[in-house]
């Protein structure tokens, strides 16, 4: 559905260092990265797309984080979703909403929320009930 997400950022280096710790430990990988256009993108092993990409904004101007756009990545567990969002905050994001269920979205909806070191919204979340064992 979707071929690539796009966020702006003001500081190209420390977006990058960010997300390049963020998305590895969930199991993406940098498939791109140019310093003159400064911009990067993501993706998964084996996959062409979606890709995800961190840009300086190609106009020239500030980048600004919207009121109301947000990217989520989906997380294999509960469990990675609780650790990537801890790191992001050792990382410098800020927290917009610790880990935890959110059945108003489905009954097994598990995210957490954080601005990134620019501003931008983003969540991990997944999407999987969590796994209780052999019964």
């Excluded at 294999?76 to 609780?82: H, L, M, S």
């Amino acid at each position: 559905m979707l071929s690539h997400v796009t966020v702006a950022v003001s500081d190209f280096d420390r977006a990058l260092a960010f997300y390049e710790a963020v998305l590895t430990s969930i199991g993406l990988y940098r498939s791109f990265h140019s310093e003159d256009r400064q911009a990067a993108s993501f993706r998964k092993p084996h996959h062409r797309r979606p890709l995800f990409f961190v840009v300086k904004p190609f106009n020239g101007e500030a980048a600004e984080p919207g009121n109301g756009p947000m990217v989520a990545f989906e997380c294999a567990t509960r469990q990675e979703v609780d650790e990537v969002h801890a790191l992001a905050l050792t990382l410098g994001a800020v927290d917009e909403g610790a880990p935890g269920l959110r059945p108003q979205y489905h009954d097994d909806y598990y995210g957490g929320y954080l601005r990134d070191t620019e501003g931008n919204k983003i969540c991990f979340v997944c999407h999987d009930p969590a796994w209780v064992g052999p019964a």
